[in-house]
């Protein structure tokens, strides 16, 4: 008897935790009508964006070169469609050597107003676009 009711309380004491898998947000984007090199990033479409969101954080990186692009944040709105352009500063575009083609990653995090991440998703794409 005292297993159980040992058992019962311990379960109880179990709390959940969010986790960032659980919850990965789609990241959809396209290079069209990007300029080598550009300081405007590209719109993008992000979808499965968890309740309680105030920003979107976008970061790219060049995997050929191990190269961080830098990104931005947007305060989110409720609408997963950010323009082109949203974002700029510390942000340098897609900028393989002449005649290569790299492949891109972008991560985007939803933050809550703390700017702790609540989810995260990714997308890749090669520029130049053939």
């Given at each position: 008897?005292?297993?159980?009711?040992?058992?019962?309380?311990?379960?109880?004491?179990?709390?959940?935790?969010?986790?960032h898998a659980a919850g990965a947000l789609?990241?959809?984007?396209?290079?069209?009508?990007?300029?080598?090199?550009?300081?405007?990033?590209?719109?993008?479409?992000?979808?499965?964006?968890?309740?309680?969101?105030?920003?979107?954080?976008?970061?790219?990186?060049?995997?050929?070169?191990?190269?961080?692009?830098?990104?931005?944040?947007?305060?989110?709105?409720?609408?997963?469609?950010?323009?082109?352009?949203?974002?700029?500063?510390?942000?340098?575009?897609?900028?393989?050597?002449?005649?290569?083609?790299?492949?891109?990653?972008?991560?985007?995090?939803?933050?809550?107003?703390?700017?702790?991440?609540?989810?995260?998703?990714?997308?890749?794409?090669?520029?130049?676009?053939?």
């Open positions: 008897m005292r297993l159980k009711t040992a058992l019962a309380l311990t379960m109880s004491l179990i709390v959940p935790v969010a986790s789609r990241l959809q984007f396209s290079w069209s009508g990007t300029k080598a090199c550009s300081t405007t990033p590209p719109a993008f479409k992000v979808a499965n964006i968890p309740k309680g969101t105030k920003y979107l954080s976008f970061r790219l990186a060049d995997e050929n070169a191990a190269f961080n692009h830098g990104g931005g944040e947007v305060a989110y709105r409720g609408s997963g469609n950010i323009p082109a352009g949203s974002f700029g500063g510390a942000y340098q575009g897609p900028c393989p050597p002449a005649g290569q083609v790299h492949t891109y990653v972008w991560t985007v995090e939803a933050l809550d107003a703390n700017k702790n991440v609540l989810a995260e998703g990714k997308a890749t794409g090669a520029f130049p676009v053939k």
